[in-house]
């Protein structure tokens, strides 16, 4: 499971949660946090297409100060 599905299937949960909450005010915070949820998703999926690789720097020991 990737973490893009985590993030849906939390999404759904909280979506279960303000469909049950009779608080509109609650209810609305639900819905903002299932929709953070998603957008997550969304970004996650992007960032499982990148490539990166990190490689260190050489280090120069020449005794010469760093500029």
């Known amino acids: 499971m990737t973490s893009g599905d985590r993030y849906r299937i939390r999404a759904a949960e909280l979506n279960a949660s303000a469909r049950c909450e ?3 005010e609650i209810r609305k915070e ?3 946090l299932a929709l953070a949820y998603l957008r997550l998703a969304d970004q996650a999926e992007r960032n499982s297409e990148n490539d990166i690789v990190y490689e260190t ?3 120069q020991d020449r005794g010469e100060d760093p500029v």
């Open 22 to 24: 009779r608080n509109p």
């Open 30 to 32: 639900y819905e903002n």
């Open 57 to 59: 720097p050489l280090r």
